[in-house]
C-alpha cells in the first residue's frame, strides 16, 4: 500500500477521483485497482505544513535584533509544525506509520517549493 501525498485537498481528491474510494478524515483511501494492487491513502500537506522555528529558539538574544545583528543565520535551520496544521500533521503521520505501508509518493507542485512542501515527512 503507498501514501500519495498531495499539496492541496483538492488536488488529493483529483487524483483519487478515477479510482474507488471512500473520503475519511483527512485522506481518503483508494481501493485495491490495477494501479494500485494494495490500494492507497491518498492525503494532503494543506500547504506548507511546517515552517522554520522563530529566531529565538536558537538563541535567546535574536528575539530582539537590530541591523547591525544581521545575517542571523543559525549553525542549522530547524522545522517545526505550523500550530494551525497539527491535525493534518498528525493525519499524514498515523498514515505513514500504518504497517501495510511500503512506499510514499510525492504528488506536491513540481518545482523547488513543491518538493520542499513533502520533503519533511
Keep these: 500500500m503507498k501514501v500519495v501525498i498531495?499539496?492541496?485537498p483538492?488536488?488529493?481528491m483529483k487524483l483519487a477521483s478515477p479510482f474507488s474510494h471512500r473520503k475519511q478524515?483527512?485522506?481518503v483511501e483508494v481501493h485495491p485497482n490495477r494501479i494500485f494492487p494494495n490500494?492507497?491513502?491518498f492525503t494532503w500537506a494543506v500547504g506548507h505544513i511546517c515552517e522554520l522555528v522563530p529566531p529565538e529558539a536558537y538563541n535567546p538574544a535574536w528575539k530582539r535584533w537590530s541591523l547591525p545583528s544581521l545575517p542571523l543565520i543559525p549553525d542549522s535551520f530547524r522545522h517545526q509544525v505550523?500550530?494551525?496544521k497539527f491535525k493534518?500533521?498528525?493525519i499524514i503521520k498515523q498514515l505513514l506509520k500504518r504497517s501495510e505501508v511500503k512506499g510514499i509518493i510525492h504528488a506536491g507542485d513540481a518545482g523547488?517549493?513543491?518538493e520542499q512542501i513533502g520533503s519533511r515527512y
Design 6 to 8: 498531495a499539496e492541496k
Design 10 to 12: 483538492d488536488q488529493a
Design 25 to 27: 478524515q483527512g485522506y
Design 39 to 41: 490500494g492507497a491513502f
Design 82 to 84: 505550523m500550530k494551525s
Design 88 to 90: 493534518q500533521f498528525a
Design 112 to 114: 523547488r517549493e513543491g
